[in-house]
């Protein structure tokens, strides 16, 4: 009985060695692909999959990934965005968040196969951006200091700050005239 336990515990090593190193389970939904569409760039927290647009337009109340025709303007709020606030300042169509550079584990179990291909290169990061207006079709850009991302309808700015984090800005660039001074009645 005695000669075959080291066999088996080596088995065993063996086995929960392999099991450790397999990659987690696909979720169910994917917090990128599965997402609903944006119109903006969309923050992504790597470590808990959450996923947020950097609004800085308000949005179609009915039809997602698409502006609303109403667009207010004048106005300041503090916005949660995949777990880190920010503020929207729709007086100058600019949104602005500050990203701390923590080296939070990445947790591929909020990811399809597909997204966790692409977000391999970005693993180490703790968040990326992303454009969302097709959710099944990503494209994933890396925070980086002095570093301008060109988007159809924003310009994002990145650079380090002296609270040592990532200062991001995303800008509107469409025209403002362009939106309608009062609501319009869908019904």
Not at 69 to 81: H, I, K, P, R
Request: aromatic content about 12%; some cysteine.
């Amino acid at each position: 009985m005695k000669k075959y336990i080291l066999p088996v515990c080596a088995v065993l090593l063996v086995l929960i060695c392999i099991i450790a190193t397999l990659p987690a389970p696909e979720p169910e939904h994917c917090a990128i692909c599965d997402s609903i569409p944006y119109h903006a760039p969309a923050l992504v927290n790597l470590a808990t999959g959450e996923v947020g647009e950097l609004t800085v337009y308000e949005p179609h109340p009915f039809k997602a990934g698409e502006l609303w025709e109403y667009q207010q303007g004048g106005t300041f709020s503090f916005l949660t965005v995949a777990g880190v606030t920010g503020y929207r300042d729709t007086a100058r169509w600019e949104f602005h968040i500050s990203i701390p550079i923590e080296q939070n584990e990445y947790e591929e179990k909020y990811f399809c196969k597909s997204c966790r291909e692409k977000l391999q290169p970005f693993s180490q990061t703790g968040f990326v951006l992303a454009d969302l207006r097709l959710p099944s079709e990503p494209e994933i850009y890396f925070i980086q200091n002095n570093c301008e991302i060109k988007l159809e309808n924003y310009l994002i700015h990145m650079e380090w700050n002296e609270s040592n984090q990532y200062e991001v800005t995303v800008i509107g660039t469409i025209d403002s005239s362009v939106f309608s001074d009062h609501p319009i009645d869908y019904e």
